[in-house]
């Protein structure tokens, strides 16, 4: 009898053990895919991520806005892959690259630029950039506060490394034309503010920089190294 109670002993553990291991499969297939930490829930609106700009931030054309990239919600992530094509009669811009963004706080980017002339007497040019940013939101919620007139803002920096010029006069270096380094770092304030009943988007940027041409003619000058504060704007409808 001894024996018989140790047996009923162990086999009562191990059949609740098993059962459990049966439900596992039907209550992991019941739950909702946001309920994953590896899944975005994909909870904003459509298009409220924002765009991307050409130097990968979440934002649009050339302007970063305050929005944080991704349709992850502020207990969630979202990420996106982009490419952007700029063709014009005599010159290319292509950007390439990905972000991420976490419960709808911060953001981080990583992008390749390449500009190419493709006719005229430059053809054959082409500047290549690297960019890596990072933003934070501060305050406020571009979509939310629809009865509050404060804009959804945020802070980024950017750092650009130019990877060189491959041209057939043998300009390889931004510091032959007068550039004077290869690389620099972008500071920027935005305030960005959506507008569901109008299906407006209000961005302004202040953006504290050296860089020339966004960086793909390298950092500061022979005339002047100093920053300055560009203001960027945008309107979308």
């Not at 569901?196 to 041409?213: G, K, M, P, W």
Request: hydrophobic share 40%; aromatic share 10%; glycine share 10%.
């Amino acid at each position: 009898m001894p024996s018989m109670h140790r047996c009923v002993a162990l086999i009562a553990p191990l059949a609740y053990l098993l059962s459990l291991l049966a439900c596992a499969p039907i209550a992991w297939a019941q739950r909702a895919p946001y309920e994953s930490a590896f899944m975005p829930d994909l909870g904003k609106l459509p298009l409220t991520a924002g765009f991307t700009d050409v130097d990968g931030a979440g934002g649009g054309g050339l302007v970063p806005w305050a929005t944080i990239t991704g349709y992850g919600t502020d207990t969630s992530w979202g990420a996106n892959a982009h490419y952007t094509l700029v063709p014009l009669n005599d010159f290319r811009l292509q950007s390439y690259g990905f972000a991420v963004g976490a419960i709808d706080r911060i953001e981080t980017s990583a992008t390749h630029d390449e500009f190419k002339a493709t006719s005229g007497p430059l053809n054959g040019l082409k500047v290549e950039e690297q960019v890596f940013g990072l933003k934070l939101r501060l305050m406020g919620d571009a979509v939310y506060d629809q009865d509050s007139f404060a804009p959804q803002t945020a802070v980024g920096i950017e750092y650009k490394r130019n990877t060189g010029i491959s041209d057939f006069t043998g300009l390889t270096d931004p510091k032959l034309i007068g550039a004077r380094g290869n690389s620099g770092t972008d500071f920027y304030l935005a305030a960005t503010k959506v507008l569901l009943a109008q299906s407006l988007v209000l961005d302004i940027t202040l953006r504290y920089t050296n860089a020339n041409e966004f960086g793909l003619l390298g950092f500061g000058g022979d005339l002047r190294h100093d920053r300055s504060i560009e203001p960027e704007a945008t309107v979308a409808s």
